[in-house]
């Protein structure tokens, strides 16, 4: 997989916040539980001082490698001082140097393919914060997402 390496600025994100790992049989369901749940029970829309209508999903806090559990966040990006309802989890993105990859295609396929080959790459991987980033449009078969893994 072709990818660009780029350096990131700090980035403050609100939304939902999951505990899970690879290795969870319900992690796929659980994932997509927290999407519907962000969307469909108005947490997005809640959301004040959004920087950008992209919607995330951050991994981070990881435990060690691949191999361990992690947490997921359904969120947006949003302003440092934005004044965020309880009920919403934040998280800081720290700043640095991220391996970029583009894909295209059904939300859902397109991005499991990606995590897949993702971890059979010989990346020299940070384990700090990894995320998707979906570029917005309606159309969930032919989407754009950019997906940030970070680097040491």
């Keep these: 997989m072709k990818y660009e390496v780029v350096e990131l600025s700090e980035k403050k994100v609100a939304g939902i916040r999951r505990r899970t790992s690879n290795g969870d049989a319900n992690m796929s369901s659980e994932i997509g539980m927290a999407w519907q749940k962000f969307f469909g029970e108005g947490i997005y829309a809640s959301i004040p001082g959004k920087i950008n209508d992209k919607t ?3 991994y981070t806090n990881f435990e060690n490698d691949v191999n361990g559990a992690y947490d997921v966040l359904i969120c947006c990006e949003v302003e440092a001082d934005a004044k965020l309802p309880e009920d919403v989890s934040v998280e800081i993105m720290p700043k640095g140097k991220y391996a970029k990859f583009v894909i295209r295609g059904d939300v859902k396929e397109a991005v499991q393919t ?11 991987r940070r384990y700090c914060c990894d995320f998707e980033e979906y570029q917005g449009g309606d159309d ?7 997906v940030y893994i970070s680097l040491n």
């Design 56 to 58: 995330l999903g951050v």
């Design 114 to 124: 990606f995590w897949i080959e993702l971890w059979s790459m010989d990346l020299d």
């Design 140 to 146: 969930l078969k032919q989407a754009e997402i950019h």
